[in-house]
């Protein structure tokens, strides 16, 4: 069992940053494979990055490529998203999930526990 905690989101212009962090509960952390997925209004979860339990491998949706950084400190037990040059269509409610298991996937169904979601407003 994990229970995860997102934080760091908030309201940014465009072309801003901002880092998004996910702490999560349980001394087995390191045996997770984690990952962010983002839900706008009206419409479906999508993938956005993820990271393989040792940290030693990640994965991104060609959206966020190049702008959007996944990393994790498994001795402080959290995931963070630094996302860089934001837009406006970054805009979305970011959610935290994670995995137990090696291997990332990009459907949210593959995911056994979420966080609450934290709200990221990119303004034009």
């Known amino acids: 069992q994990v229970q995860l905690v997102e934080s760091g989101g908030g309201l940014v212009q465009a072309g801003g940053s901002l880092r998004l962090s996910c702490a999560a509960s349980?001394?087995?952390?390191?045996?997770?494979?984690m990952a962010w997925f983002r839900q706008a209004p009206g419409k479906e979860r999508l993938f956005v990055a993820a990271?393989?339990?040792?940290?030693?491998?990640?994965y991104y949706a060609d959206s966020v490529k190049g702008r959007f950084t996944i990393s994790r400190d498994n001795a402080k037990n959290t995931v963070y998203l630094q996302m860089n040059s934001l837009k406006p269509e970054d805009t979305a409610v970011y959610f935290c999930?994670?995995?137990?298991?090696?291997?990332?996937?990009?459907?949210?169904?593959?995911?056994?526990?979420w966080g609450q979601g934290t709200q990221v407003t990119v303004s034009s």
């Open positions: 999930a994670a995995r137990s298991g090696y291997d990332y996937y990009i459907s949210p169904r593959q995911y056994n526990y």
């Open positions: 349980g001394r087995t952390f390191s045996s997770y494979a």
């Open positions: 990271i393989r339990r040792s940290g030693g491998s990640t």
